[in-house]
């Protein structure tokens, strides 16, 4: 199932939940039982507890997989990007100026081997974009701006050898959508 399908389906899920649990609230509030305010204070401090409970649990859970760079790691590797109206230049040595910016454009994409910490230094040379990274098979893997005047440093450790697609993820002119660069990650050398 394509990532848009699931989308769609966990949407369909949760508003089908929450329309129910509208329903049997409108349903149930015609009925006029007495109170008990004690039962009602316990009911709600059982339902405050579990309420924190299950927030501690997702933040114990997801917290660890928060892609935020440790300050200690060195990366092995570091991919100068330029974007420009309207490609993207990526090279292994700075680019400094639009003869750099179209030599790394144009020439052969930069290699990077597989499960190394790469490091992305990301501007631009014109007006703001998106750095987009792309999997081979078409999943935004993660992104950061490339904004004239400032370095973006986004570090990505990829596995699967092949070519990712660059794609602009903002709005910057007439040909946008067709604003493009490419990277090749390649197996791992064994040392
Ligand atoms: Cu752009």
């Known amino acids: 199932m394509i990532p848009q399908y699931k989308a769609l389906l966990a949407f369909l899920i949760i508003t089908a939940a929450a329309t129910s649990t509208f329903l049997w609230v409108t349903r149930n509030t015609g009925n006029k039982k007495p109170l008990n305010p004690e039962a009602v204070s ?3 401090s059982r339902f405050a507890i579990t309420c924190v409970l299950l927030l501690g649990a997702a933040l114990a859970l997801t917290l660890p997989h928060l892609p935020y760079p440790r300050g200690s790691e ?22 400094a100026n639009d003869a750099q910016w179209e030599a790394a454009s144009q020439g052969p994409a ?4 597989a499960n190394r910490l790469v ?12 750095f987009g990274v792309y999997s081979p098979g078409g999943t935004l893997l993660a992104q950061t701006q490339a ?4 370095v973006n440093r ?8 092949g070519r ?17 660069g490419v990277f090749e990650v390649i197996p791992q050398d064994k040392d």
């Not at 930069?110 to 081997?113: E, L």
């Not at 990712?164 to 493009?180: D, F, I, N, Q, T």
């Open 74 to 95: 060195i990366p092995d590797n570091v991919v100068f990007v330029a974007a420009k109206q309207f490609a993207f230049g990526l090279s292994e040595t700075p680019i």
């Open 119 to 130: 490091e992305f230094r990301v501007t631009s040379l014109d007006v703001n974009h998106g």
């Open 110 to 113: 930069v290699r990077i081997p």
């Open 147 to 150: 904004m004239p005047g400032y």
């Open 154 to 161: 986004l570090r990505l450790r990829l596995r699967d050898p």
């Open 164 to 180: 990712y697609p660059v794609l602009c993820l903002e709005l910057c002119g007439m040909e946008h959508h067709s604003m493009r």
């Open 42 to 44: 316990k009911l709600r």
